[in-house]
């Protein structure tokens, strides 16, 4: 079972930057999929960003490319979202996810991912 805790949210004001961590517990996980996603209160949770180890590739969503940068770091066994030029809009309880395999081709879903942390809270002030 792959465990996975977040950790780095916190309240900043607009403009700010802020660096998510996601440490992962045993395993190998070098071709697993990592992604993050986040919920607003009210709101459904929704896709930010996906490395695809298998793939070789990332990406993110419209919201936030260009200001946010997904990574891993394996001999950690954690990952990175690294969210910059933060927006109000960016409030939300932010998780982290993990897949061993691709059911579907969509890794902005939710439903692919079998393991997921806690989350952590990250507020941005106006």
């Known amino acids: 079972q792959v465990r996975l805790v977040e950790s780095g949210g916190g309240l900043v004001q607009a403009g700010a930057s802020l660096r998510l961590s996601c440490a992962t517990s045993?395993?190998?996980?070098?071709?697993?999929?990592w992604a993050w996603f986040r919920q607003a209160p009210g709101k459904e949770r929704e896709f930010v960003a996906v490395?695809?180890?298998?793939?070789?590739?990332?990406y993110y969503s419209n919201s936030v490319a260009g200001r946010f940068t997904i990574f891993i770091d394996y001999v950690k066994k954690t990952m990175y979202l690294q969210m910059n030029s933060l927006k109000p809009e960016d409030t939300a309880v932010y998780f982290c996810?993990?897949?061993?395999?691709?059911?579907?081709?969509?890794?902005?879903?939710?439903?692919?991912?079998?393991?997921w942390g806690q989350g952590t809270q990250v507020t941005v002030s106006s």
């Open positions: 996810a993990l897949t061993p395999a691709w059911r579907t081709d969509d890794y902005s879903s939710q439903f692919e991912y079998d393991y």
């Open positions: 045993e395993g190998s996980l070098s071709n697993y999929g």
């Open positions: 490395i695809r180890r298998d793939y070789g590739d990332t």
